[in-house]
């Protein structure tokens, strides 16, 4: 099973071959603007990047367009309605709440985020259907 970052990675990847692809751009990788992606059920997903997207194809001359348009749409039109759900019920816990002035943004990142080295070395075991984290 691939992970999230394995799957941004591989896309990562293949935006970077594409800008660095030598050849004729059109004929060797046959794509247009229209991309697919699985929504959270897993189910495929057609979206155009541009009106009638499935019909413009992606050229030497307009491929930075394409991956401009593409990162676009993954980091923000793509998660705007669960960016907005979270936005709304963030601002209802924090709205007439001092925690908006004792936290500097980095930290409110951490509270949301959670540390990168401590989420590396988390175990999550199953007991009798409690979670136990333990942190190494």
Do not use: W
Request: charged content about 25%; proline content about 3%; glycine content about 6%.
């Amino acid at each position: 099973m691939c992970t999230c970052t394995s799957l941004l990675q591989s896309l990562y990847q293949s935006l970077q071959k594409l800008l660095e692809h030598e050849g004729n751009v059109e004929e060797d990788m046959m794509l247009t603007y229209q991309i697919s992606h699985q929504d959270l059920f897993g189910d495929p997903v057609l979206h155009d990047l541009r009106d009638q997207g499935d019909q413009i194809p992606v050229t030497k001359g307009n491929r930075q367009e394409f991956v401009g348009a593409y990162a676009d749409y993954m980091l923000n039109t793509g998660v705007e309605t669960q960016f907005r759900a979270f936005k709304k019920g963030f601002l209802m816990v924090t709205k007439e709440s001092p925690l908006k002035y004792l936290f500097r943004p980095e930290e409110v990142e951490l509270l949301i985020c959670g540390s990168r080295v401590r989420r590396r070395r988390t175990y999550y075991i199953y007991i009798y259907y409690i979670l136990y984290i333990l942190y190494i």
